[in-house]
């Protein structure tokens, strides 16, 4: 039997070590048995298992820690054991060997292709990225192109998949998307399903140059934010509005939080009934990396209310893992819905196309705070900013706790007053 050497806690206080840069990456952190946890540059944690064959060292990667847990490396280490001691293999070249069978299995098709690329990609991306691209292929994809012979499949019909797309005036999306289906054809050239060259090239040439419009659109005044907040809580009265991405669009807007930390939400990381309410971003989910810490978002008790009545509708625990804005969409339940979905909400159903966006509360948080007498710094700590300062930075652990509380009541009542007066004119 393997010695087991790791717990969480020293694999936290390893990771933690990394992005102080008190451990330098690739250094690995050993369970025995030849599986360890090692952090490459400028990526994340991910298990490896090293071996021996034809005493040759080899090194396997299993996945990416948290998503894959010590314990599952555990039984992962357990399982490719017993295989190897069975039939000794390269145990890369038999994964590739498994997706060509599986792929042959169901009919060669772009899906089955798509699907083992996609499952590769699961080691190195982040949960969140991997959840949002898998969404994206079964969004705009797979209807099209999935069940499509993948040797078959040339460049006008992945055109007619992106023009689909830019349609709704998604042009970061199209972008990503054909990146990922070259990325698929990649493979499946790799694989030996289609032969001559890649048909995603030409159609990347064909996209239309995103119009440089600078920052996003932002509106800077509380009135016309609050007719923004009318607005939609008018489109859910009618039911043109789901319900879901209209409570998604509140908490976007009373905690200027990142849009893909909102759809991400998972009702484990809030504290409804606590004074003041909180929402703690797991650090793995925000766009800043190197800090010691999760993110702390103060809630204003009117968006704690609605969140709180929000759950107990659903009858689901505090403690669950499950989303707070969870898709009811072919997709299941199982998952959250998509930022796509709150961005087509303000373009057209609110028709605020060029005028504010989901991101734009982050920008009219920041203007007004400040005009209204807020400090930088406590703004900035709010935002989860990149801090220009050692002192800036020392405040990070939350020792400005108070101000933000006030920071973020003061948010909270401003916004509700000015919808309130659209309400009420």
Not at 24 to 36: A, F, Q, R, S, V
Not at 301 to 307: F, N, S, T, V
């Amino acid at each position: 039997m393997a010695t087991q050497l790791l717990n969480d806690r020293a694999i936290q206080a390893f990771l933690g070590a990394v992005r102080a840069g008190r451990t330098k990456p690739l250094t690995k952190l050993n369970d025995g048995d030849g599986l360890y946890l090692t952090v490459t540059p400028g990526s994340k944690a991910v298990w490896r298992l090293r071996y021996y064959l034809g005493g040759k060292e080899q090194l396997f990667t299993l996945g990416a820690y948290p998503a894959f847990s010590l314990a599952a490396a555990r039984l992962e280490r357990a399982r490719l054991r017993q295989q190897l001691v069975a039939s000794p293999a390269n145990l890369a070249a038999a994964r590739q060997d498994g997706f060509r069978r599986s792929v042959e299995k169901a009919g060669n098709t772009f899906r089955a292709v798509a699907e083992r690329w996609l499952e590769g990609k699961k080691e190195q991306w982040s949960p969140v990225h991997y959840r949002t691209s898998r969404q994206a292929f079964e969004r705009d994809v797979y209807p099209l192109l999935g069940e499509r012979p993948i040797s078959e499949i040339r460049p006008p019909e992945i055109k007619r998949m992106s023009d689909a797309i830019l349609k709704r005036k998604a042009h970061d999306t199209a972008g990503k998307v054909l990146q990922h289906v070259g990325g698929v054809f990649q493979l499946a050239q790799a694989l030996g399903f289609h032969q001559g060259d890649n048909p995603v090239v030409p159609v990347k040439a064909t996209l239309p140059r995103k119009p440089k419009s600078g920052r996003m659109a932002a509106v800077l005044d509380f009135p016309t934010l609050g007719k923004i907040l009318h607005a939609a809580q008018a489109a859910t009265a009618t039911a043109r509005l789901s319900q879901v991405v209209h409570l998604a669009h509140r908490l976007c807007a009373f905690t200027a939080a990142r849009i893909g930390n909102v759809v991400e939400a998972q009702w484990q990381e809030f504290k409804l009934e606590v004074d003041p309410p909180t929402w703690i971003i797991p650090r793995a989910k925000m766009k800043a990396k190197d800090r010691h810490h999760d993110h702390k978002v103060i809630l204003c008790q009117p968006i704690a209310q609605e969140l709180l009545a929000w759950r107990k509708a659903w009858n689901v625990k505090s403690d669950s893992e499950t989303y707070v804005f969870t898709s009811l969409a072919k997709l299941g339940a199982t998952r959250p819905i998509s930022r796509e979905s709150i961005e087509k909400a303000y373009r057209e159903l609110l028709d605020l196309q060029n005028q504010h966006s989901p991101h734009g509360w982050r920008a009219a948080f920041s203007t007004l705070a400040r005009e209204n007498g807020f400090e930088r710094d406590v703004v900035e700590l709010a935002l989860d900013h990149v801090h220009d300062n050692e002192v800036v930075r020392a405040y990070d652990r939350g020792e400005r706790l108070s101000e933000r509380i006030r920071l973020m009541q003061w948010w909270g009542e401003q916004l509700l007053a000015a919808q309130q007066k659209t309400d009420n004119p």
